[in-house]
């Protein structure tokens, strides 16, 4: 008994420090939302600014850019969600038919690569390869295209953020996908081979049978980031030509506290972002339960 007691106490040394970052860094800052309900004024502080309740979201509603800021956040968000989920899901089903671990290791390692590199050295990537002289301005113009600087194009900048942010992740997020692969019972495909079953039809029939419930679980839980299109992703790539296409929530609220100092506006535009994206996430978790038995506790 007293040896459980001692245990008890180690472990909940080593968890302190992460819940006191937890507290520290997201439960203390919290207090900050009720800028949202004042006309904030730092020199006033939260006690002695003027309390306005829900003025600054009346004004919200208002603007013109509030609507704009959030089609564009769901169009990148949407397309990044489900491109992330169909993505890295035929990469899954092709690299498990790879016979040869040393080659598939390799497959892996290299597509996993991406996912550890910030946006904040990918954009220079990106921004490059879409540069006035740079690879795709090269290719094409060898074919007597003339060269055009790509990053400045509004209507094409969701497709370069959707896509580029695929290109990061689907190695990494096809690790679901791979795991449960390995869940499916051989003899299946044993029988289905028996059965006259080429590849293809044993990857119809038995592969993606066997793996439904974790697609669908995938896609459902990614409901819960329809809001969020990537700060880091869109703030490192985009630039004033393109703010009709490519500002998202996060980066208009970025821009409305700490450039144009709004600070209570945008503090209300991200307490409603964040209640949406509650309500998102728990309503996706209610579904996953209720379609693939899927619990968190």
């Not at 060269?147 to 679901?176: D, H, Q």
Request: with cysteine; aromatic share 14%; proline share 3%.
């Amino acid at each position: 008994m007293k040896r459980r007691t001692v245990l008890q106490v180690h472990y909940g040394l080593m968890i302190l420090p992460g819940f006191l970052w937890l507290f520290l860094f997201s439960i203390v800052p919290m207090y900050g939302i009720v800028m949202a309900f004042q006309d904030f004024n730092p020199s006033k502080g939260f006690l002695g600014s003027t309390w306005i309740g829900l003025e600054n979201f009346k004004y919200l509603f208002m603007l013109g850019d509030s609507f704009q800021v959030t089609v564009n956040t769901l169009v990148i968000a949407v397309g990044k969600m489900v491109l992330n989920l169909i993505v890295p899901l035929i990469f899954a089903l092709l690299l498990n038919e790879v016979r040869s671990p040393l080659y598939k290791k390799a497959i892996q390692t290299i597509v996993y690569l991406p996912h550890f590199i910030s946006w904040v050295i990918l954009a220079s990537v990106v921004l490059n390869i879409f540069g006035y002289r740079g690879v795709v301005n090269t290719i094409t113009g060898l074919f007597g295209a003339e060269p055009k600087v790509w990053m400045t194009n509004a209507s094409l900048f969701r497709k370069i953020a959707i896509w580029s942010e695929v290109w990061k992740e689907f190695g990494y997020n096809a690790v679901i996908f791979l795991a449960a692969l390995t869940g499916i019972n051989q003899n299946l495909y044993e029988a289905a081979a028996i059965d006259g079953a080429g590849r293809l039809r044993s990857t119809w029939h038995v592969t993606l049978p066997g793996i439904i419930s974790t697609i669908v679980v995938v896609g459902v839980l990614g409901l819960g980031n329809v809001l969020n299109a990537g700060f880091d992703q869109i703030y490192n790539l985009y630039n004033p030509l393109v703010y009709s296409t490519g500002d998202i929530i996060d980066t208009w609220v970025y821009r409305m506290g700490l450039i144009n100092l709004q600070f209570s506006l945008a503090t209300a535009a991200g307490l409603l972002k964040s209640m949406v994206s509650f309500v998102m996430i728990v309503s996706s978790y209610i579904i996953a339960y209720k379609c693939a038995d899927y619990k968190v506790f």
